[in-house]
Nanobody, 118 residues
Framework: QVQFVESGGGLVQPGGSLRLSCAAS????????MRWYRQTPGKERELVAH????????YYGDSVKGRFTISRDNAKNTAYLQMNSLKPEDTAVYYC???????????WGQGTQVTVSS
């Protein structure tokens, strides 16, 4: 079955960095674009970043442009999100998913909590 396991979150001070990992399984990872989303209690899930199947195209939400970098290692079935210059407003639970599974609201993992606070 399709699974996503997010990791790498934690507590970090403003201006700090974290690297999130997304271990994917149950589907041909290299054939699918991947996305990172985040969600804060009481708010809609927000698209953070997108990467094409080969990694040649990336997209970032306006709030994270210039600070976050999405990448992937198809040999390891893993997507990454490098987060630099973190701000308190980046605090959220971060999830990864394919475009279709996210649209269908299925196969969401448990996410990884990122808390940015001094």
């Amino acid at each position: 079955q399709v699974q996503f396991v997010e990791s790498g979150g934690g507590l970090v001070q403003p201006g700090g960095s974290l690297r999130l990992s997304c271990a994917a399984s149950g589907f041909p990872f290299s054939a699918k674009a991947m996305r990172w989303y985040r969600q804060t209690p009481g708010k809609e899930r927000e698209l953070v970043a997108h990467i094409s199947n080969s990694g040649g195209y990336t997209y970032y939400g306006d709030s994270v442009k210039g600070r976050f970098t999405i990448s992937r290692d198809n040999a390891k079935n893993t997507a990454y999100l490098q987060m630099n210059s973190l701000k308190p407003e980046d605090t959220a639970v971060y999830y990864c998913n394919t475009v279709l599974s996210a649209t269908l609201n299925e196969y969401w993992g448990q996410g990884t909590q990122v808390t940015v606070s001094s």
